[in-house]
């Protein structure tokens, strides 16, 4: 059998989870969907309802005024917001349980940052460039899952220099894009997602390289060793950004995903 399907298959949580979440994700899909619905999913789950009204009140969307209420908490945000809040938080749990618990935090810095720049910049929808970061490494869930110390030693490479992909390879045979490529077809994802999850680390293969080269892009800007010679300069260009400007702007998302994490965590 392909290592990849026997890695995914391996790691029976994850294919039991995501029933929750891909709901949560068809919203997106149907035009039809209401807030009451959105609401109904909030208000089952008190700490959710907390969270929100607790991130509604920060300086993370800087609304003016003090909301301490949930329903306005929603109108204000918006259905696709909410949306990807509740993906962020019910992943939790399964992202820090999947061996790295910096693989939750990661995720939510490259959201916030591919949210904040897509506002910026109007290159994509916000909200739909939030949860494209959120994603895009959903696979390493399942080399986490399906052997822990192993994959501590590919965070160990990493850590002195290896290319992750590469570095996945050695140990696994396989790689996060090509887990994660296959978890987004069995949870059925929408294209965008399974575009990003596949093409991140390359985006110029992808049919949609706009979204995939803005993923891209925020994954380096935030990890903690980042080298800005390792940025694409022709991309930023088309951003209308200052390549200089670049250590400003990246300071601005780490800010912003701080307030973020801590709000959700
Ligand atoms: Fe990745
Ligand atoms: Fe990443």
Known sequence: MDKTIELVNSVKDIQAMPSVI???????????????EIGDIVMFDQSLTIKLLALVNSAYYGFSQQ???INIALSLLGMVKVKNIIVA??????MSNA???EL???????AA?????????KIMDSDEAFISGFVHDVGKMVLHMSNEKMYGKVLSAVADGADILDAERKYFDSDHVKAGSLLAKRW?????????????HNPSLSSIPVPCNLVCLIDKLVQENFNPNGLDKDFIKTLGIDFADIE???????QKAEVLIAELS
């Open 104 to 110: 939750w935090k990661h995720s939510m810095r490259v």
């Open 113 to 121: 940052g591919c949210e904040y720049l897509a506002n910026l910049t």
């Open 89 to 94: 938080v019910a992943m939790k749990p399964m």
């Open 67 to 69: 909301i301490s209420s």
């Open 188 to 200: 059925q994802l929408p294209i965008l997602l399974a575009n990003i999850i596949s093409y991140h």
């Open 248 to 254: 400003d702007l990246r300071n601005v998302i780490m």
């Open 99 to 101: 061996g790295d618990k």
């Open 22 to 36: 891909v709901k949560a994700l068809n919203v997106m899909k149907k035009p039809t969907a209401s807030m009451k």
